[in-house]
């Protein structure tokens, strides 16, 4: 299968579960995710805001930001085909972007910031990235809508950080056939 048919198969399966099911497996997720040492050492945090069936995010990002961590959100920039991460210290200042999905207006920007002189050599221990994901399997492949957004991000700045997905089992593929511009992800998060 090519990546067409496993994002249009991966996506009609993750849109067949019920609200109730993903309200259940997005809430099993968020604990997982909060009871994890990766988010437990992370002292900054890039998450997103779902959109239609995903892992819904509203609350884990209400958490991050009672837990006192830094929350970076994406903002998407179609023209220029690039996504940057600002930091969000009150949600209700999000307005609708890209796709409708809620983005942060501006703010500090992550690419700002000198991660090196914040954290020093526990760098990775320190930044954690949570991503959203059409499809995934057992080896790190994940793929997304085919913009390649995040994985432009990543690429420049993938380095710093642990990754990962936020998915519902219903996500898991055999394999992904990988390419070279292809960021894996540290692991998967499932519900």
Do not use: H
Request: aromatic share 10%.
């Amino acid at each position: 299968m090519n990546k067409s048919d496993i994002r249009k198969n991966a996506l009609a399966a993750r849109d067949k579960l019920s609200v109730d099911d993903r309200c259940n497996k997005s809430s099993t997720i968020l604990n997982k995710v909060l009871n994890s040492k990766q988010y437990l050492n992370s002292d900054i945090v890039l998450s997103y805001c779902s959109f239609r069936s995903e892992v819904n995010t509203a609350a884990l990002n209400e958490s991050i930001l009672r837990d006192g961590k830094r929350l970076f959100l994406p903002k998407t920039y179609s023209e220029e085909k690039v996504m940057r991460f600002y930091e969000v210290t009150d949600l209700s200042s999000l307005n609708p972007g890209y796709m409708g999905i809620m983005e942060p207006t501006g703010g500090v920007d992550f690419e700002s910031l000198d991660l090196e002189d914040l954290f020093g050599s526990n760098l990775l221990k320190r930044v954690l990235m949570l991503l959203p994901g059409v499809a995934f399997d057992n080896q790190g492949n994940r793929i997304g809508y085919g913009g390649g957004y995040y994985d432009r991000f990543l690429e420049q700045y993938g380095s710093y950080m642990m990754k990962y997905m936020l998915a519902f089992e219903e996500q898991r593929v055999e394999i992904i056939p990988g390419e070279e511009f292809d960021i894996e992800v540290d692991g998967v998060v499932i519900g």
